[in-house]
Every structure is written in C-alpha cells, then in structure tokens.
C-alpha cells in the first residue's frame, strides 16, 4: 500500500522540483529591456552584479514554469486542513499531473527554439524525454525503477 506525503513534505518537494523557476520569479513582467539590468544583491567583493536582459527563449521557459509553480501553490494550500481521504488524493494527483504537464510544457518550449536556432540534436533529446514522461518505462519485476538518463531535463539550468 503506497504511502502519502504530508502536506510540508509535499510541499518541499514541489519546490525543490521546481526550484529552477524560481531563479527567475523576480524576472521583469514587461518587455525584456533593452539594456543590463543590477541585481540588487552585490557579489562576495561588494560590487553589483550585472544580469543580461533576459533572452526571448528564458521568457518563455520561465513563463511556462511560474505557470506551473502558480498551479502548484493552489493545489498544494486547497490540501491544508483537509483529512486523509479521497479528496486530499485527489489534490495530491492533480499536484503530480500539472508537475507532468509543465515539464512537458516546458520541453516542448525548448523543442520550438532549438528548431529555430537549428539545433536538431537537442531537439531531439527533449522529445525522447517527453516521450519517457508521457509512456515512462516499465520496471521488470523485482527490478528497480530505471533511472533518468544522465544530462536530463530535470537537472535545470538555463538552456
């Protein structure tokens, strides 16, 4: 019988799932300014730190998992307060599924721009992890699950 995550423990985990967006929550809602934009915090000599505006291809990575945050958040603060039961597993799915649906959202963003750019290699690499999210692989009996493949979508960073 599977257990259920408790609702701080779940909540820690989406974060950290989706953590990668949150580098760029503070990003400017307008459009990409045309100049560098300082990062309030300065580095370890005291000095600010110049960020680049953000290209046209983060935006939209970055639109696609606050998205994703976003719907998180609300599914996760609708779990407070209520008992262990079909409505909270329910929630708890759905939170599983938008997970699902933003990493798919996400890829299919960087299959857009790669093709653009021409880049066909990574192309093809984010579709062979769509196609792992969408029909993961089946564990033989008494194996393990398998694991990711080294470099995936799933470690972050910018593209």
């Given amino acids: 019988m599977a257990q259920l995550i408790s609702i701080p423990a779940l909540t820690t985990v989406v974060m950290l799932a989706l953590a990668p967006a949150a580098v760029f929550a503070a990003a400017e809602t307008g459009p990409v300014a045309a100049t560098a934009r300082v990062v309030a915090r300065p580095d370890s000599a005291g000095q600010s730190i110049v960020r680049q505006p953000l290209t046209a291809e983060e935006k939209a990575l970055n ?46 963003v960087k299959i857009q721009f790669a093709r653009q ?21 089946k564990a033989a009996p008494g194996r ?16």
Avoid: Y
Wanted: aromatic fraction near 2%.
């Fill in 117 to 137: 750019r021409g880049d066909l290699a990574m192309a093809q690499e984010c579709q062979h992890h769509i196609d792992l999210i969408l029909n993961p692989p």
């Fill in 63 to 108: 639109d696609v998992r606050q998205r994703g945050v976003d719907q998180v958040r609300t599914l996760v603060a609708n779990t407070r307060g209520l008992p262990d039961g079909p409505a909270r597993r329910a929630l708890q799915h759905k939170v599983e599924e938008v997970k699902r649906t933003t990493e798919v959202e996400f890829l299919r």
């Fill in 144 to 159: 393990a699950t398998p694991e990711p493949p080294a470099g995936s979508a799933k470690e972050g960073g910018r593209p």
